[in-house]
């Protein structure tokens, strides 16, 4: 288990999902595959890139870079 997996876990699919705009069902994918998607990794310049790293860092009280 991955620092993002204990992390999800700890702070519950639902409570990630509604903080980010997406479905428990959605966090609990990222939870299995540990890893968040691929759009986290594309520059903020193309309209794709995600940032719900940032997010749960700030709910986790941690470094983005520790969730990637």
Known sequence: MNFLQKTLKELGFSAVG???G???????????KGKLPESEHYPSS?????NYAAEIAK????????LL
């Open 46 to 50: 193309l309209s794709r890139s995600t």
């Open 59 to 66: 709910m986790a009280k941690c470094k983005r870079a520790d």
């Open 18 to 20: 509604r903080k980010v």
């Open 22 to 32: 997406k479905t428990r069902q959605a966090v609990a994918a990222w939870y299995l």
